[in-house]
């Protein structure tokens, strides 16, 4: 089934698929689309998204991630050689408490110009005694 078949009637990002909803498109292809976010947190914010709506990056198949991770990596060269930008942040959240507000998979790149461009993507490290890192490690190793 073909992502114009398949989507969810209140999604901003399957309207923007389906041109139903304009937006300013850097990179397109069959399966992917990025565009310009309209609240940019930096000159050249880009939002990478597949075409077919999945809730988040959970839920994405393996050769559709790889291909989303492809195009962000070639936006990501286009914003240092074109932008000037000297660091990047490609990131993408996952459930509202981790800041995702459209629920529809998408990979943010990020541009950032200098020390002093404003935002603080930054966390505070917690105390090291607080974790059992081995039993931490081993739980994640033993479930994927
Ligand atoms: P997140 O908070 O990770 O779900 O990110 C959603 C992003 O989508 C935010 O940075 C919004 O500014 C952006 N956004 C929402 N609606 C649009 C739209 N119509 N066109 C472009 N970007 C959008
Ligand atoms: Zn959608």
Known sequence: MSFEEH???NCIFCKIAR???PCLKVYEDQEILAFLDTSPASKGHTLVIT???FDSMLNVPEDLLAKTFRVAQKI???L???LGAKGINILTNIHEIAGQSVHHFHVHIIPRYGPNDGLKLECTPLK???FNLPVIANDIKSSI
């Open 7 to 9: 989507y969810q009637e």
């Open 19 to 21: 041109g139903e909803v």
């Open 51 to 53: 075409k077919e709506h």
């Open 76 to 78: 990501a060269q286009a």
């Open 80 to 82: 240092e050689t074109k």
């Open 128 to 130: 090291l005694e607080k």
